[in-house]
């Protein structure tokens, strides 16, 4: 696994670039390693579950967190593509609310290293799309949060693909200033 590590805007929030052998036949990548993964990252973390979700365009997944049992996300694109999302949801950090961004897709296969203490979302721009992505822990629902998409504090330049589809708790979720967030 060679990856290329892109840095963001946001310190710990990465954008890796994999190794792509192809051919006549089509194409072989590693998708992940763990040593290689660490070596380049510098992020040595287990990853406890995988997660996948097919969704449409238009449809708008986040602004999502765990207050406890923070998780990393590790998430790549195998169907389609996405605009990505990472929100430093960290308060004491001097990037708090502050974003980045990476079109994700199953033709660049790129993926984002959203590091704990973020909150991620993403709206799919393709026809549909396919997201994987590997977390540093399990699902908690009683510690899942959420920050609203289109906070204006938060400013995040969506691009526009029509009508949004979104679940209602993401259509209800708080704005920045009113959500529980990290110390």
Same mark, same amino acid.
């Given at each position: 696994?060679?990856?290329?590590?892109?840095?963001?805007?946001?310190?710990?929030?990465?954008?890796?670039?994999?190794?792509?052998?192809?051919? $006549? =036949?089509?194409?072989?990548?590693?998708?992940?390693?763990? =040593?290689? @993964?660490?070596?380049?990252?510098?992020?040595?973390?287990? @990853?406890?579950?995988?997660?996948?979700?097919?969704?449409?365009?238009?449809?708008?997944?986040?602004?999502?967190?765990?207050?406890?049992?923070?998780?990393?996300?590790?998430?790549?694109?195998?169907?389609?593509?996405?605009?990505d999302?990472?929100?430093?949801?960290?308060?004491s950090?001097? $990037?708090?609310?502050?974003?980045?961004?990476?079109?994700?897709?199953?033709?660049?296969?790129?993926?984002?290293w959203?590091?704990?203490?973020?909150?991620?979302?993403?709206?799919?721009?393709?026809?549909?799309?396919e997201?994987?992505?590997?977390?540093?822990?399990?699902?908690?629902?009683?510690?899942? =949060?959420?920050? =609203?998409?289109?906070?204006?504090?938060?400013?995040?330049?969506?691009?526009?693909?029509?009508?949004?589809?979104?679940?209602?708790?993401?259509?209800?979720?708080?704005?920045?200033?009113?959500?529980?967030?990290?110390a």
């Amino acid at each position: 696994m060679s990856l290329n590590v892109i840095r963001t805007s946001l310190e710990g929030v990465l954008v890796l670039e994999p190794k792509v052998f192809g051919d $006549t =036949r089509g194409f072989f990548f590693e998708s992940f390693n763990a =040593r290689k @993964f660490a070596e380049a990252t510098g992020v040595d973390r287990p @990853f406890v579950q995988d997660n996948h979700s097919r969704s449409s365009c238009g449809v708008l997944r986040g602004l999502h967190y765990q207050i406890c049992q923070a998780q990393g996300k590790l998430v790549r694109v195998t169907e389609g593509e996405v605009f990505d999302v990472a929100v430093d949801v960290r308060r004491s950090s001097p $990037t708090f609310g502050k974003w980045t961004s990476a079109l994700l897709s199953a033709e660049n296969k790129r993926q984002m290293w959203v590091p704990e203490g973020f909150a991620h979302g993403f709206v799919v721009v393709s026809a549909t799309a396919e997201v994987q992505y590997k977390t540093t822990d399990y699902w908690y629902p009683e510690h899942e =949060r959420s920050i =609203r998409w289109n906070d204006p504090t938060l400013a995040i330049d969506w691009p526009n693909v029509g009508k949004l589809l979104l679940a209602d708790k993401d259509r209800n979720a708080p704005l920045l200033e009113a959500a529980e967030v990290f110390a």
